[in-house]
């Protein structure tokens, strides 16, 4: 492991099956793993991160969607 790497615990057959896959594409448990989570990272907002939206933008779509039955405002 390098300096700033964490490590988590997988189940033994998950591990197994993901050895399987990852040796027919010629790659590592790790390599495979890392990807896969990285790509799913990557379709994640930013913890904390803000949104793009005003509080005035907000309050315009609740008023909108309480107009529409949507929500209870």
Known sequence: MEG???????????YERLEWLAGSRGRSVNEL???????????APLAGGADDYSDAERDEVAARLASLGYIDE
Do not use: E, K, Q, T
Not at 4 to 14: E, K, S, T, V
Not at 33 to 43: E, K, M, P, R, Y
């Open 4 to 14: 700033d790497d964490a490590m988590i615990a997988i189940p033994r057959d998950l």
């Open 33 to 43: 793993v890392l990807d896969a989570l990285a790509g799913l990272a990557a379709s």
